[in-house]
């Protein structure tokens, strides 16, 4: 069982920047970053597996940047340029498979999920 405890979120203006945080328990092959505003589904931002590829959402390109920490167990999400359009609860997701391998933004192809953190952009 694998366990995820995000930190990090807050409310910032718009052009302000945060980086969010997920200290994973036990070992994870691919992590990533979802998020879900009130009326919405939700969507995948970014993802990296443990051979350090990385996936990104096309609205988040050259704004945020996902990087995992091996040695602490931790992902982070650098988020900078942020727009209100970007206010939502943040989730991070981690799975353990490798074949066949996990779309690092679809949802349903993850098997553990942290508590959230909010990211509200004014």
């Known amino acids: 069982q694998v366990q995820l405890v995000e930190s990090g979120g807050g409310s910032v203006q718009a052009g302000g920047s945060l980086r969010l945080s997920c200290a994973a328990s036990g070992y994870t092959y691919t992590m990533a970053w979802f998020r879900q505003a009130p009326g919405k589904e939700r969507e995948g931002v970014a993802g990296g597996d443990s051979e350090r590829r990385t996936t990104y959402a096309d609205s988040v390109k050259g704004r945020f940047t996902i990087s995992r920490d091996y040695a602490k167990n931790t992902l982070y999400l650098q988020m900078i340029s942020l727009k209100p359009g970007d206010t939502a609860m943040y989730y991070c997701?981690?799975?353990?498979?490798?074949?066949?391998?996990?779309?690092?933004?679809?949802?349903?192809?993850?098997?553990?999920w942290g508590q959230g953190t909010q990211v509200t952009v004014s």
């Open positions: 997701a981690a799975t353990v498979r490798r074949w066949p391998a996990p779309d690092p933004l679809l949802a349903s192809d993850f098997d553990y």
